[in-house]
């Protein structure tokens, strides 16, 4: 296959082998070839050199024109109209609902970037100005945040739209001023192509370079493998498994240039039910727990895999309520046929381990997934820490504390996560404060008196958190605050004013924020 400039490259077919695709070319509509085929090591390369080759042109690509190419992939998708979702839904059996609500969060972020780079400050533009006349003189300095290079972003299974081809990672690094090259989710390859295609229609009615965006499919190791090997890209996007995304972790690391890997794995997101409101409230609770459980069928990041409970009258029937929710809930069809087998077989290894049972199984027929309710003393999790590992797909486990102080060895025993959750009374709360600040250290996100799924995309929001539950946990993939995971910060000394980017001219022409000698100032240098 020839590629002559931004394009699709490669081929996969649907999960359910019904359909057959044709990779097209985004400008035309046409088939770029008629025998389709997992992009080979030689078009990752191809793909990667256009990205490198658009990186200068692109990294200097003013706010604005960037801002216009993101809310224009927004409207390219937004016309890609309920095909889009209707064959998305074929391919991953999520329903249209979830899906229309998915392209929204798509393209609302997609704008949310474009906001972020009108109003600049996201480059943390800091200037020092000279003191010609202190002993020894300080030289003029300004630092600013400039973007990194070829960006290599990995789609999700569980966000078809919202984290895979036009997601998340995608719309901060290209807002960061990367180009990338987008591997393509195998589970549904024809809703990416789609969206790639309606990318790369953004990117010619905006005037961006060619090969600002690539799509590359595969459904197996080696292409995402050859994105993550290729010397000329500089970071990657991931969110998935902890198996893969630590594979491509470790092979970043033994690159000659090792480069950044921004992998969101695995986390079970531990919620605390303290007993004042446990009392108050327990049977609202056990409701609400189950609903976040089986929410999208279990399969987000941020369903709860756990929740832990003092010992006590109020705890047993918590728990029996939340078996009785979880039981009577309905199946749901996961994304992959290996998913929902993967389910399973997770449940009965959490089952297996010494200590553990299984206190309530929704019935599901052949094909469905049924929530289900583990339960185990703390002294079992304690010398069984598999029992936090993440089983994607609607089950939980129940660990009963049989004090305070195993409640908090319980809290202290727990890897990094994206999320905690406690609930308690305001007195609860005070009574606890220490199992808050334990938690601090082990999340990237720890909420009060509310359920972790339902991830806000604004600027306040962190979806990340220590290891393993990322490879990094000093950033966030879902936020205003992940396009800095896509840039690296540059010192200008002793340069002329028109010389220096906009963000750090004297004039201030982008009247952004910046540190001028050690305030924050829209205010301009030198008047
Ligand atoms: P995955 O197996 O980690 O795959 C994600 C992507 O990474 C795919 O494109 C895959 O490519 C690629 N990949 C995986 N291992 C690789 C390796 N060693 N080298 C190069 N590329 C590699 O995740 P998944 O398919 O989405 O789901 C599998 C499991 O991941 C789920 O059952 C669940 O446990 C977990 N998961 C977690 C989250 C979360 O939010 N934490 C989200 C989704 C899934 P190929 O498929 O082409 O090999």
Redesign the pocket.
């Known amino acids: 296959m020839q590629l002559t400039g931004a394009q699709l490259i490669g081929f996969g077919t649907s999960r359910q082998g019904t359909t057959t695709f044709t990779g097209m070319d985004a400008g035309t509509g046409q088939a770029l070839s008629p025998d389709f085929h997992e992009a080979t090591a030689a078009e990752v390369d191809q793909a990667v050199q256009l990205a490198a080759a658009a990186f200068p042109a692109y990294s200097h690509t003013t706010p604005e024109k960037r801002a216009a190419f993101l809310e224009r992939i927004g409207d390219e998708i937004m016309a890609l109209g309920d095909e889009l979702l209707e064959g998305c839904t074929r391919e991953t059996a999520l329903p249209a609902a979830r899906l229309t609500g998915e392209r929204g969060r798509t393209v609302g972020q997609l704008k949310l970037f474009a906001a972020v780079l009108r109003e600049g400050s996201w480059v943390e533009a800091r200037i020092d100005t000279a003191l010609p006349d202190r002993q020894p003189p300080r030289p003029d300095l300004r630092r600013m945040l400039i973007p990194l290079g070829p960006v290599g972003v990995?789609?999700?299974?569980?966000f078809p739209l919202a984290f895979s081809v036009a997601g998340g990672d995608t719309a901060s690094a290209l807002a960061a001023g990367c180009p990338v090259v987008f591997?393509g989710?195998?589970?549904h390859p024809a809703t990416s192509e789609r969206v790639a295609a309606a990318i790369i229609r953004a990117a010619r009615a905006t005037g961006m370079p060619e090969g600002v965006f690539s799509l590359v499919q595969?459904?197996?190791?080696a292409?995402?493998?050859a994105l993550v090997e290729h010397p000329l890209v500089k970071a990657i996007g991931?969110?998935?498994?902890f198996?893969?995304?630590k594979?491509?972790f470790d092979a970043a690391n033994r690159r000659e240039e090792p480069i950044p890997v921004y992998a969101?794995?695995?986390?079970t997101n531990p919620v605390f039910v303290l007993p004042g409101i446990l009392r108050e409230k327990g049977a609202a609770l056990a409701e609400g727990l189950a609903a976040s459980v089986t929410l999208g069928v279990g399969q987000f990041?941020t369903n709860p895999g756990l929740f832990v409970a003092l010992q006590g009258e109020e705890t047993t029937d918590f728990i029996h309520k939340t078996g009785q929710a979880l039981a009577g809930s309905a199946p749901g069809a996961m994304l992959t046929g290996n998913?929902l087998k993967?389910y399973r077989s997770g449940v009965d290894r959490l089952a297996a381990v010494p200590g553990t049972r299984v206190a309530a199984r929704a019935q599901a027929p052949d094909g469905r997934a049924g929530a289900a309710l583990l339960q185990a003393e703390a002294r079992a999790f304690l010398e069984h820490p598999e029992l936090a590992e993440?089983v994607?797909g609607p089950s939980t486990v129940a660990v009963v504390a049989g004090s305070r102080e195993e409640l908090m060895a319980v809290a202290d025993g727990l890897k990094g996560h994206l999320t905690a959750t406690v609930h308690g009374t305001a007195e609860d709360l005070r009574e606890y404060q220490p199992l808050l600040q334990r938690l601090a250290q082990k999340v990237g996100r720890l909420v009060i008196n509310g359920f972790p799924t339902g991830v806000e995309v604004s600027y306040a929001m962190q979806h990340g958190g220590p290891y393993p539950a990322t490879t990094d946990s000093r950033t966030t993939s879902v936020g205003t605050a992940a396009i800095s995971r896509f840039a690296r910060p540059l010192c200008y000394q002793g340069f002329p004013d028109e010389l220096l980017p906009d963000a750090l001219k004297n004039a201030n022409p982008l009247n952004v924020w910046r540190m001028v000698n050690g305030e924050w100032t829209k205010g301009k240098v030198g008047s």
């Open positions: 990995f789609g999700a299974s569980n591997k989710h195998p589970a595969g459904g197996s190791v292409v995402g493998m991931f969110t998935g498994s198996r893969g995304g594979a491509l969101e794995m695995g986390s990041c998913m993967a993440e994607f």
